[in-house]
């Protein structure tokens, strides 16, 4: 009898699992969009349906379009830029913008003055010395530093208000971006069935969740798309910010100097040229991000001496790294690139000049205030005979988008149609929206120098519910230089072919 119950037992527990679904498995949701707080942004979920990433997503761009008309300096309606026109009265303001406000004067103690909201002063004495090409009068530098010294308002915590003491113009620009994606995070994490999130603003991301991100950190002497990084690290609820000057800046009289100025001198910073920082909070990350390209790195070291969770990669103007004591608990190794080889060519080949590289610059065409999806973009390059040679870029967020790609698609077969695609971040210098460059070095995709001679770069762009356009431009590698503007369309705004001797060092 007791046999007899043990085995009707044991019926219904394999009849009960049966109808049991097995849990799925999660996959990675990615969308990348254009002109989101003057740059690109790309969201990432992990998550089993989507659904639930869909959600997430319009949940993380309720929250940066919310924050964007609080602490935007660009929009004439924020509330940022009502308070800046409300001269010198007592203002109540918001929790949020109350709390950026709260955080500059914090970061501004901590730097000892590096980070500065008014160092908007100097900046626009720099960008009237750029505009009439001729640098700035000692008078007019000093007069500029000596505004900044003094204090342009007062908080009230108790009220929330504020109180400006005069009209000097102020920018959140520093780290406003940060506080604005960890808010934005948050809310996706916030998502049901959301069980991870990476917010990626310009090259400032918030990873939150259940799962770590590998990140890319440029190499501010090398800074295409598809350039080799300095090196790759993997965290897990973090903040990543990188800032430096090698994409933003003034041209004065023939010379480049940083965009970013050392508000306690008034002088474009140009020793340190790229910082990364690793850290808990986003705010704090962006904050430090900026301050490491002006401080001395004594000062740095004096700063984060007693920070545990804070860690950091310098690179100086002579391209050496400097990185903190705990940097390298979050680094990975990556594989070293192929060496180069002959391949199957004759010894009498010649071969691509390695003195020489090819720069495809495509500017993703805006509209003027509307944030847009990125389209997915294929660049290529193929033989006299048509064959593919390297694949430069293919930028889509599933495979099964790919066939839109139909250029591309014929000529690549099956190739790369992967669902375990590179889905690895970059942390860089913030871009201007839709601007990007990529490099091809003269190899194939096997990692070998082709012949020098001429080849065919192909251009695919197909935008979801857009217009699809290709362009096709052969061009002579022989090494001799030479620059091709390629005609634009609705898709793409510019793009250029330069190739060009490389003149920078590479790490």
Do not use: C
């Not at 097995?22 to 996959?27: D, E, I, T, V």
């Not at 003491?165 to 069935?193: C, H, R, V, W």
């Not at 509307?370 to 930028?395: G, M, Y």
């Not at 913030?430 to 096997?446: A, E, F, N, Q, V």
């Amino acid at each position: 009898m007791k046999f007899k119950h043990i085995v009707t037992i044991g019926l219904i527990v394999i009849t009960a699992s049966a109808f049991v679904s097995p849990k799925k498995a999660s996959r990675t949701f990615v969308s990348n969009y254009e002109n989101v707080l003057g740059t690109s942004l790309e969201l990432k979920f992990k998550a089993v349906n989507q659904a639930d990433a869909d959600l997430a997503e319009k949940n993380a761009l309720l929250e940066i379009d919310r924050l964007d008309h609080i602490l935007s300096a660009y929009k004439p309606d924020s509330e940022f830029s009502r308070w800046m026109n409300n001269k010198q009265h007592t203002t109540k303001i918001s929790a949020e913008l109350f709390e950026v406000l709260q955080q500059f004067e914090k970061y501004k103690e901590l730097t000892n003055g590096a980070l500065d909201a008014s160092a908007e002063v100097i900046a626009q004495v720099w960008k009237k010395a750029a505009h009439e090409n001729r640098l700035p009068t000692n008078s007019a530098l000093q007069n500029a530093v000596n505004m900044v010294k003094q204090q342009h308002y007062v908080l009230d915590g108790k009220n929330l208000t504020v109180t400006r003491l005069d009209e000097a113009p102020l920018a959140l620009n520093s780290f406003a971006k940060s506080y604005i994606i960890n808010k934005a995070a948050e809310q996706a994490m916030a998502t049901a069935g959301i069980e991870s999130v990476v917010v990626n603003i310009g090259g400032d991301m918030v990873i939150k969740g259940t799962s770590a991100e590998s990140i890319q950190i440029s190499n501010p002497k090398a800074d295409a798309e598809n350039s080799e990084a300095l090196t790759t690290v993997k965290v897990a609820n973090m903040a990543v910010a990188t800032s430096g000057n090698y994409r933003r800046g003034y041209l004065v009289d023939g010379k480049w100097y940083s965009h970013i100025v050392d508000p306690r001198n008034g002088k474009p910073v140009s020793e340190i040229i790229s910082a990364t920082v690793i850290a808990s909070s986003a705010s704090e990350a962006g904050a430090l991000a900026t301050s490491f390209n002006v401080l001395s790195v004594a000062e740095i070291e004096k700063i984060t001496s007693n920070k545990t969770n804070i860690e950091y990669l310098l690179v100086t103007k002579d391209g050496s790294e400097i990185k903190s004591a705990g940097w390298s608990q979050y680094e990975v190794k990556t594989d070293k690139p192929l060496a180069l080889t002959r391949a199957s060519h004759l010894a009498s080949d010649k071969l691509w000049n390695t003195k020489y590289e090819l720069v495809v610059n495509l500017e993703i065409a805006q509209i003027e205030g509307t944030r847009i999806r990125r389209p997915f973009v294929a660049v290529w390059i193929e033989d006299e005979a048509k064959t593919p040679v390297r694949n430069i870029a293919i930028w889509y967020n599933k495979p099964r988008w790919l066939p839109d790609l139909k250029s591309w698609s014929r000529a690549n077969g099956d190739e790369f149609k992967k669902e375990d695609s590179k889905l690895s971040s970059t942390s860089s210098a913030t871009r201007g929206p839709g601007k990007y460059s990529l490099i091809w070095d003269g190899k194939d995709d096997s990692g070998n120098l082709v012949k020098a001679g001429t080849y065919t770069v192909n251009i695919e762009v197909a935008r979801e519910h857009g217009t699809y356009q290709i362009i096709t431009q052969a061009m002579k590698f022989t090494g001799s230089a030479k620059k091709i503007e390629l005609t634009p369309n609705t898709e793409l705004a510019s793009a250029s072919l330069d190739y060009r001797k490389i003149t920078t060092p590479k790490k």
